[in-house]
């Protein structure tokens, strides 16, 4: 590879090809770049605060301008990237796990939270609050291997499928977001993912449908050890909750995590507002948005007394801070992948 | 900018200059480059070993070939990329705050290990052993925000010189270590530190020096708590120990922060040999290595019996593990940047 001569007609061609090429690149209005890159989001006071927003800090001449290793864009995941109704994702699998798990546990027939999500009592399974959910997480994230963890989340979003839309889990993710992710990353920002999922069941697939590696996940942990087996290093997890990557966990795990503070955050709920206050409360140019759940037909409509993705306090500020409030029904073209008609 | 037009002379210069550039890149031997981006390495079995391990892992033709989404390398940063005699960096600069905050603690004349510092005990220090070290963390790293922190370290490093070469601590960089950072990473690897030094006090000069950004940083943390004051967000840095990044550490902050096994990894002491041991003890192409610091002359001799940085295991180990032993004697042509002398 590489040693081949070109004969001079044919590097004549490249020649020209090239040229062409280049002289293309910079003609080409900046405008155009950016609404090729965002196809799913309707013409709009959203997408418009967007394009500006990525226009005046990439652009050297601007006294807004940002330098690439400081465009750190951070992203909510339940409800933000993906759909989080009826329930989030994550307690869809831990439900699953405990039915596949149950054989192993006859002792789960007659003990809450297990029995009631064995019985399918979803209010049973409510009822046993949050210390019955931290028995159900022990029960089925803890007392493997990180390996095997990844193994059995890969395999129940590849079989998995959402009550509604009857459609694999990873296909609840918004064509519009991933637009935007996309969007972003080729104006040299890096894109993070902070949720209050757990982290190691979102890396499973963070990369393949978002384009996020696990490396820019941040989420939920429980605390794991390093242990050799037969000679093999494994990843232990232990059924210990080790970080809440909610509220006002979110900024502590970006400046654990990241170790700098963002310059765009979009959450949806107000388990984001803290990210969302930390990334604009500060000096410089600053974007921080909130997608709002206000389309039943194409997805759920929620927000003030929703029990998953409550937002009042976002909804109440929004305007004060100068947060864009996206709306799906009205900003987005379509809410998933083209194609599931 | 963009909009205007190249007179015909003016383009066909452009036009020459371009082709004669990609048909001068498509015919350098990849060899070329190698040895290019590691002048401060002798010819030796260690280069070779380097050479061909990246070579291996990026030629797509190779069946040791890896993606460059898994081109993940890890660094530890005490006595790997930087010196650690006669004490840990950090170390001297909690003892320098130590000194500076002594007139805001009159109690310190008379308490230890306060009082040993202040009277350059170091014996004393010594005596306070792990209580007096926290202590002293206690005293010097928290208690502010984050940000005010990262000021004190940097107007840290800016002053304070190193006991025997007079030299700013990041003067005490290890050149050929910055040129096979640079050479991984031209190579599309993602470099990372994994350190038992402090995440929050490497970041403040990891960008800077080494070229890595601060979420490419794992250290040891202490707890921090978001807090709105006065309207303005803060990290707040707690008294208490979150993580220690350190022995088996390593691999479980690995796990936690990036997600996936590195291919590469670089230590100098035992403290590093379970995150050797995770990296190179899986199927695929791995490499291990170990900083032997034998160097006295330039640098510091010690292994089996130093209290810091000890090498024991790493040594006894290498050969049957495969893992690269550089001697920094040997290997290096220099040891810190040029136009020291």
């Known amino acids: 590879m590489g040693h081949r001569r070109f004969a001079p007609r044919r590097a004549r061609k490249v020649q020209g090809t090239l040229v062409a090429l280049c ?84 002792e789960w027939q007659t003990k809450d939270p297990f029995k009631s999500v064995l019985a399918g009592d979803m209010a049973g399974v409510a009822a046993a609050g949050e210390h019955g959910l931290l028995e159900m997480m022990a029960a089925t994230h803890a007392g493997m291997t990180a390996d095997e963890f990844r193994s059995i989340v890969a395999e129940w979003l590849a079989t998995a499928r959402h009550p509604r839309f009857k459609r694999p889990y990873t296909e609840l993710t918004y064509a519009p977001m991933k637009e935007l992710l996309s969007y972003l990353r080729a104006n040299g920002f890096k894109t993070f993912i902070v949720s209050g999922g757990g982290v190691e069941f979102m890396r499973v697939f963070s990369e393949q449908v978002y384009g996020v590696p696990p490396e820019q996940v941040i989420g939920s942990s429980i605390r794991t050890k390093y242990e050799v087996r037969d000679g093999q290093p494994v990843i232990l997890r232990l059924p210990e909750l080790e970080f809440l990557d909610d509220q006002a966990g979110k900024p502590v795990g970006i400046n654990r995590y990241i170790g700098r503070r963002p310059i765009l955050a979009f959450g949806n709920s107000d388990g984001d507002f803290e990210m969302l206050e930390y990334t604009t409360s500060a000096p410089g140019p600053r974007l921080g948005l909130i997608v709002h759940h206000d389309d039943g037909e194409r997805e759920y409509a929620y927000d003030r007394k929703s029990s998953i993705g409550r937002l009042e306090r976002g909804l109440d500020e929004a305007a004060r801070r100068g947060w864009v409030v996206v709306s799906m029904k009205d900003d987005w073209r379509r809410v998933y992948d083209a194609g599931w008609e």
Request: aromatic share 12%.
């Open 23 to 106: 002289l293309a690149i910079a003609l080409l209005p900046a405008t155009t770049w950016a609404a090729d890159w965002l196809p799913s989001w309707n013409e709009g006071a959203s997408k418009a605060r967007i394009v500006e927003f990525v226009q005046s800090v990439t652009d050297p001449t601007s006294k807004h301008y940002v330098p690439p290793a400081e465009r750190i864009a951070v992203f909510d995941n339940d409800g933000t990237l993906w759909t989080e109704q009826p329930m989030y994702f994550q307690l869809a699998f831990v439900l699953d796990r405990v039915k596949a798990l149950a054989p192993q546990h006859p």
